[in-house]
């Protein structure tokens, strides 16, 4: 590795109005770290009172304890960042968390993007239940180099400082520690110190963790507000890297707008033009309040993530539970620097036993910005909306995952291509695992952006990858969405049937509307629109007037019907698309002054839904459109209409009124630019 590129003495500028983690007495050290092309990151992990602040004090000169209450408690509250130089003049950055377990929470946001712990362990007094939690932790998050400090030499005496060195050893066996080196320290008297910090460069000159992804993405583990720079986000980068000026987003957030501009950067005190991941950075954004942006937010390349409450998890249950896993059970899931509510869904399994993994589906009670490989844990409850010990943890899989049957034998098929893919640099195993993600998907196809978020690779990446796909991948330009060959073959025998079955439930129709046969096929509208013209031009199917199509062997008896019913089964055979009065007199060759009487008798007997502006939809095919606007609901939570519209695969022409009236309805309630479901009455 290169020597440090930019050392300086840290300046500890005067908060401006607020620091998110303690809005009074707020004062932070912005520091980072850069050496050569990558960066390192040390940090504390141990039981309270066992010397973890004063050890970092000892080795750095830096007083990371700085709020009021820490001081007068003795106990770290929040996250303390310091530099520190190595014997070679080598600068890494250190990261203090508490060990209180009341600030577990706090330890977890600490711990992503560390890539050594120095494990703290009080020689008077051994290992210690936070001791063995904090172990844990930092396992579970992929920390694969520590070292241990056994502190407080001078207090404990040589057999004591033996009996607890014995204690670590026993504890760490089979661990990521197993074999680190046991450094017995004092950081009142000094003893040791200096052979800790050969320890440290020691275990970082072995191979460094790989920075996987292109796109930039940091969680915030705090937002300042900073007389000069304006409002600045600090955090460890996980992936990408950032340069000033350049656009970023914030999110989970609620507003409309939540993108900003870097305004600078700074790392160790230095302004730089561009971080990368595995730094520690200050960025000062451009374009955003400090009261918009909160500790828990991610700030990432646009485009990178999108907020979701659903994400796919390989799951490793903490072998020190005593009992099983069941599904359905409730956790509190750590990701970045946020933490929220889950219920766990296992696949395959209904429990799986402590030391084993396992599949599952995580559903959030608030949306979270996450990565595909990212880091996670779970943590069980004691109490209602208390959280207790550490359960486990692991990586996530999909973080936009589509429904599926958790007994489904191709549902775990899926994941495991997805793990190959996480487990491996090879692009086979990335290829492998996007044709499992379009295969799965069928006639409806995969965008191409979901796409690239999910596999966590750039949309240029994506298509060199589908190059080299085991399943033969087609990508639709005008719709941007791929789909398997396979699927497009066998969708026109599918559309065929789907258009024959209407005719046989609708006798008295003209014709079918393609929107319905994509929808009783499941398929894209764009790519069953190309396939319902190669069957027309085939000979298979005709047009019918009105944009209907039909089996060229149909013959409606418009001639035998009323008016009422051929206007009726006219709408029911539009499904979400129906034809107004004018194409319906036309259509069904009646006078468009009866075709109007006609539409305001079929609303009033109930058979139709008057939208307004002269648009009425069929009864069946209103309610079909609402029972799938409320599943689309449950799943997602608040809906855009640009992501309603996607689902439909109508226009805005229909759309819009069809959304209006569920509004008027009650089904429905408008919330900034989308909608949920409007909260049931008890």
Not at 43 to 63: F, N, P, Q, Y
Not at 611 to 625: D, H, N
Request: net charge positive; proline share 5%.
């Amino acid at each position: 590795m290169g020597r440090n590129v930019g050392v300086a003495v840290p300046r500890a500028p005067r908060v401006g109005h607020r620091d998110q983690d303690r809005p009074s007495e707020a004062r932070e050290t912005i520091v980072s770290y850069a050496v050569g092309k990558m960066s390192a990151t040390v940090g504390t992990a141990g039981h309270i009172d066992h010397g973890k602040t004063s050890l970092v004090r000892a080795l750095t000169g830096v007083e990371t304890d700085r709020l009021p209450e820490e001081k007068k408690r003795g106990i770290t509250i929040a996250l303390g960042f310091a530099p520190l130089t190595l014997p070679s003049g080598r600068q890494i950055g250190m990261v203090d968390v508490p060990g209180h377990e009341r600030f577990v929470r706090t330890m977890v946001a600490g711990a992503v993007g560390i890539d050594v712990a120095l494990l703290v362990v009080a020689a008077d007094e051994g290992v210690m239940p936070q001791t063995r939690e904090h172990l844990e932790v930092c396992g579970l998050l992929g920390v694969r180099r520590g070292v241990v400090a056994l502190t407080k030499l001078d207090k404990a005496g040589p057999e004591l400082a033996e009996l607890a060195a014995a204690d670590v050893e026993e504890t760490i066996a089979g661990t990521f520690l197993e074999g680190a080196p046991i450094v017995p320290c004092s950081a009142r008297t000094g003893e040791g110190l200096e052979r800790l910090r050969e320890a440290l460069e020691a275990t970082l000159d072995g191979p460094e963790p790989a920075r996987g992804g292109v796109r930039f993405f940091q969680p915030i583990d705090r937002v300042l507000s900073v007389k000069g720079f304006g409002t600045v986000v600090t955090g460890t980068a996980l992936s990408g890297g950032l340069s000033t000026g350049d656009e970023v987003e914030y999110g989970p957030g609620r507003s409309r707008e939540t993108r900003a501009r870097v305004r600078s950067l700074q790392a160790f005190g230095q302004e730089v033009t561009r971080v990368s991941g595995g730094q520690r950075a200050a960025i000062a954004l451009a374009g955003v309040d400090s009261h918009e942006i909160k500790v828990g937010q991610a700030l990432f390349t646009p485009g990178a993530a999108v907020p979701t409450r659903r994400i796919a998890l390989r799951l490793r249950y903490l072998a020190s539970r005593a009992k099983a896993l069941k599904t359905g059970a409730r956790v509190m899931l750590h990701v970045g620097t946020r933490a929220v509510e889950a219920g766990l869904t296992l696949y395959g399994t209904d429990a799986v036993e402590p030391g084993e993994e396992s599949f599952a589906l995580g559903r959030l009670r608030e949306p979270v910005v996450c990565l595909p490989g990212q880091r996670f844990i779970i943590r069980g409850f004691d109490a209602p909306g208390k959280a207790g010990r550490t359960l486990g943890g692991g990586q996530i899989l999909d973080p936009e995952p589509p429904r599926r049957r958790r007994a489904d034998p191709a549902a775990k098929r899926v994941l495991a291509r997805l793990c190959g893919a996480l487990d491996s640099d090879e692009a086979s195993a990335k290829a492998e695992a996007l044709a499992a993600l379009v295969s799965e998907t069928g006639a409806r196809g995969a965008q191409r952006g979901a796409l690239a978020r999910r596999l966590g690779v750039s949309q240029n990446r994506l298509e060199k990858l589908s190059s080299k796909s085991p399943e033969s991948l087609v990508r639709l330009a005008g719709a941007d969405v791929f789909v398997t060959s396979a699927a497009v073959d066998a969708l026109e025998p599918a559309i065929l049937s789907a258009v024959r079955q209407f005719h046989s439930e609708q006798a008295l129709a003209p014709g079918v509307a393609p929107a319905e046969v994509a929808t009783r096929v499941g398929g894209l509208p764009e790519l069953v629109e190309r396939a319902l013209k190669q069957r027309i031009r085939a000979g298979d199917l005709v047009a019918a007037p009105g944009g209907l199509v039909k089996d060229a062997h149909f013959r409606p008896a418009a001639g035998t019907m009323s008016a009422k019913e051929a206007v009726r089964a006219a709408l029911e055979a539009g499904g979400l698309e129906a034809p107004g009065a004018t194409e319906l007199s036309r259509t069904l060759e009646l006078q468009e002054r009866e075709v109007k009487t006609v539409l305001s008798a079929l609303a009033r007997d109930g058979d139709a839904v008057h939208l307004g502006k002269g648009l009425y939809f069929g009864r069946q095919a209103y309610e079909e459109a609402q029972r799938r606007l409320v599943g689309l609901a449950e799943e997602e939570g608040l809906m855009t209409t640009a992501r309603v519209k996607e689902a439909f695969g109508i226009s805005r022409k229909y759309l819009i009124p069809l959304l209006e009236s569920f509004d008027r309805r009650g089904l429905t309630i408008r919330d900034g630019d989308g909608r949920r479901l409007r909260a049931r009455q008890p």
